[in-house]
């Protein structure tokens, strides 16, 4: 089982600044990671899908990055719209699975 | 429009079964293999179960095997997952997703989820 670990579990930053999430898997997991987003009560939202590809409708500000085991979700400039949760999910083998979630709230 | 609803949820003892529907959706719901991811209050999500396109395929999580039957009805754009000898550790959000790209890829689409309880 391939078990993700996302860091840190919370990012305290505020609107226009970057954010850097990482997510690292126990064992390669090739390209095959996406990233969601999920704000409180919602579903999540997929953002980028096979590392860096982003998912339809994605703003640009948005951008994945990695391979193997260490993978980066990228926000440029925070909108007040993208403080939520982040999750980092493979599916390079059965069973799949997500990290544990990374925080982006307003410092 | 893409939709998915979940239906099915509620309050059940432990030991007990619920079985859970995903009504779908402005797709063709044949071609695209589904799944099943829950959340825990507070936790983060956790896939349970997926099924191919064409149904002849199933993948379990081992916190949910022999408890959980993932099953669907191409006839009804309908997904299901029947679940057994309930346990408070089932307690969650059920979401069902579709999956990008026929029987591979990310999750692109999700349903806003429907509440499973399990409690004395």
């Known amino acids: 089982e391939i078990v993700l670990t996302q860091s840190p579990a919370t990012l305290s930053l505020s609107p226009g600044e970057r954010a850097t999430l990482s997510c690292r898997a126990s064992?390669?997991?090739?390209?095959?990671l996406a990233w969601y987003q999920q704000k409180p009560g919602q579903a999540p939202r997929l953002l980028i899908y096979?590392?860096?590809n982003r998912a339809t409708g994605i703003p640009a500000r948005f951008s994945g990055s990695g391979s193997g085991t260490d993978f980066t979700l990228t926000i440029s400039s925070l909108e007040p719209e993208d403080f939520a949760v982040y999750h980092c999910?493979?599916?390079?083998?059965?069973?799949?699975?997500f990290g544990g979630g990374t925080k982006v709230e307003i410092k | 429009e893409v939709q998915l609803l979940e239906s099915g949820g509620g309050l059940v003892q432990p030991g007990g079964s619920l079985r859970l529907s995903c009504t779908t959706s402005?797709?063709?719901?044949?071609?695209?293999?589904m799944s099943w991811v829950r959340q825990a209050p507070g936790k983060g999500l956790e896939w349970v179960s997926s099924?191919?396109?064409?149904?002849?395929?199933?993948y379990y999580a081992d916190s949910v095997k022999g408890r959980f039957t993932i099953s669907r009805d191409n006839s009804k754009n309908t997904l299901s997952l029947q679940m057994n000898s309930l346990r408070a550790d089932d307690t969650a959000v059920y979401y069902c997703?579709?999956?990008?790209?026929?029987?591979?890829?990310?999750?692109?689409?999700w349903g806003q989820g429907t509440m499973v309880t399990v409690s004395s």
């Open positions: 997703a579709k999956i990008e790209f026929g029987d591979y890829g990310a999750f692109d689409i």
């Open positions: 402005g797709f063709t719901f044949r071609n695209y293999a």
């Open positions: 099924i191919w396109s064409s149904g002849d395929t199933t």
């Open positions: 064992q390669s997991v090739s390209n095959y």
């Open positions: 096979d590392a860096s």
């Open positions: 999910q493979q599916r390079s083998s059965w069973p799949l699975s």
